[in-house]
């Protein structure tokens, strides 16, 4: 059963940056697709990014691109996410999910419904 940890969150100013962790333990971390995802208070959990098996392909939301990088180190179980340049809009928590089956699919996806396992988030908060 694989569990996600997640790491890195904080508060930190405008313009700012914070690389966030999500630890795999117990399962087949380096077949699966990652994504990362966040939740404003009062909002719906939205896609952030999104990294397949081999880190070959990554996925960005358009918000987010050119200032966060999704990266995946599958000898150490672990996929990160740096973000540059944050703006207080980028105040959320922020989840990783693994979508574990099938294993091995070229193509991440990049709806929550298609990811199996979830952390429990992390606390990213970005003051202007």
């Known amino acids: 059963q694989v569990q996600l940890a997640e790491s890195g969150g904080g508060l930190v100013q405008t313009g700012g940056s914070l690389r966030l962790s999500c630890a795999a333990s117990?399962?087949?971390?380096?077949?699966?697709?990652m994504g990362w995802f966040r939740q404003a208070p009062g909002s719906e959990r939205e896609f952030v990014s999104a990294?397949?098996?081999?880190?070959?392909?990554?996925y960005y939301e358009d918000s987010v691109k050119g200032r966060f990088t999704i990266s995946r180190d599958n000898a150490k179980n672990t996929v990160y996410l740096q973000m540059n340049s944050l703006k207080p809009e980028d105040t959320a928590v922020y989840y990783c999910?693994?979508?574990?089956?099938?294993?091995?699919?070229?193509?991440?996806?990049?709806?929550?419904?298609?990811?199996?396992?979830w952390g429990q988030g992390t606390q990213v908060t970005v003051s202007s």
């Open positions: 990294i397949n098996w081999s880190g070959s392909r990554t």
């Open positions: 117990g399962g087949t971390f380096g077949s699966a697709s």
């Open positions: 999910a693994a979508d574990l089956w099938p294993p091995y699919r070229e193509a991440a996806p990049e709806t929550a419904s298609e990811y199996n396992k």
